[in-house]
């Protein structure tokens, strides 16, 4: 049997790739591994599905997060786990405060597989690749981090003697970094991490078996589903949505999330004068969302930060919702204008033409929800990426 450990940094949180994170979880238990899971952050504890699912794991880890540029205690607190599981291999999901901890910890030798959720190992923001200026950031930690203004010079320095003593590190000790994104994966090439494997994500197979079908389209229902985070493009959407009631006031936009930034796009709304048109549901279960798809006409996914994939516009799509989605980052490898539209990031004139392309057109609103649903559940089963994340662990394993 093999003996896998399972390192997330944010394994306790609704967001930050959990529900990838108990999707592979599943998988491995139900195919005869021996797993187990190690977190941070235990006082930040939220009652949640995920959390839940992880917290009745016997043999489930958490521990207090430790210093960011390094912390000898948590190092060794680590290393004594590692050496009490004695993996066969180790799977590191999203780290950010305690990669540095957990890297000196784990031993030369060790099979080690990285999944990059997103930039944050090239860049002190964990988003990156989008000046405000809107054009691309090459990445890699530089002096331009301040310049640009996308960090204070305090962040930088304190980032940038993360990035000298992780970097080599990385290249020493990661036997495989796993890229869900294309863009990501060519990223973590041109900046030297040369061992990359390119797998896409799967979506849990609630959401293709979802048990509620679409309704009729014409419902003139907008939906985004997200965190509330400048990042995600909130303040853009609204703004756009704002134009787009002046040409047509019967038009409803639901915001489904939460974040540090709730009331600031609450007060938005307001100040714009479109409130009584916008509805924040604030965290919903999967179930409401699942209802939630089968009213809207589409899903918007409107980031201004290169997402690694966005997992909510393909689970919109396997409901049958086209969506309208930010052309940066890894949504451009899952959505096409064969069946939804692409805009570029914060595009607020852009972004209100489409949105009125579609809600006008419930004849192809239809068309295009059909093969969004048939382009879904083809391509993003869980079932095909755990295999294929199963497979690599064996090669690897295997090689050993």
Request: contains cysteine; hydrophobic residues 40%; glycine residues 8%.
């Amino acid at each position: 049997m093999i003996k896998i450990l399972l390192i997330d940094e944010f394994i306790h949180l609704p967001t930050k790739g959990a529900p990838l994170f108990v999707m592979e979880m599943k998988y491995l238990a139900e195919n005869d591994f021996d797993l187990n899971t190690l977190g941070f952050d235990d006082d930040k504890q939220e009652s949640h599905q995920n959390f839940n699912v992880i917290q009745n794991r016997k043999n489930r880890i958490l521990l207090k997060k430790g210093k960011f540029l390094g912390d000898r205690i948590k190092q060794n607190e680590i290393k004594e786990i590692i050496e009490r599981i004695k993996p066969d291999l180790i799977h590191c999901h999203l780290l950010t405060n305690n990669a540095l901890n957990v890297y000196e910890a784990i031993p030369e030798g060790m099979p080690v597989v990285q999944t990059l959720h997103g930039p944050n190992f090239f860049c002190p923001t964990s988003w990156g690749c989008i000046k405000k200026d809107s054009s691309y950031c090459e990445l890699g930690v530089g002096s331009k981090c301040y310049k640009n203004e996308c960090v204070s010079r305090s962040v930088y320095v304190s980032y940038k003697m993360l990035d000298i003593k992780l970097k080599p590190l990385l290249s020493k000790k990661v036997t495989r970094f796993h890229c869900p994104s294309k863009q990501i994966e060519l990223v973590a090439n041109r900046l030297g991490y040369a061992n990359t494997t390119h797998i896409m994500l799967g979506l849990r197979e609630s959401f293709l078996e979802n048990e509620i079908t679409h309704g009729s389209y014409g419902t003139k229902q907008i939906i985004f589903v997200g965190k509330m985070t400048p990042v995600k493009g909130v303040d853009y959407l609204l703004k756009a949505f704002q134009l787009l009631l002046k040409e047509d006031n019967s038009v409803k936009l639901i915001l489904a999330g939460t974040g540090d930034h709730s009331d600031a796009y609450i007060k938005l709304s307001e100040e714009l004068g479109i409130a009584k048109n916008v509805e924040f549901k604030g965290f919903v279960v999967e179930k409401e969302l699942k209802k939630l798809f089968s009213e809207s006409d589409i899903c918007v996914v409107p980031s201004i930060w290169a997402e690694q994939f966005g997992m909510v516009g393909p689970e919109a799509m396997a409901s049958g919702v086209p969506v309208i989605g930010s052309d940066i980052g890894g949504i451009p490898e899952w959505l096409s204008t064969d069946y939804g539209w692409l805009v570029k990031p914060r595009d607020i004139e852009g972004l209100k033409v489409a949105m009125q392309l579609a809600i006008s057109n419930p004849k192809d609103l239809k068309i295009k929800g059909k093969m969004a649903r048939e382009i879904a559940r083809e391509l993003y089963t869980s079932k095909r990426y755990n295999e294929s994340l199963e497979e690599l662990f064996k090669s690897i394993i295997d090689n050993e």
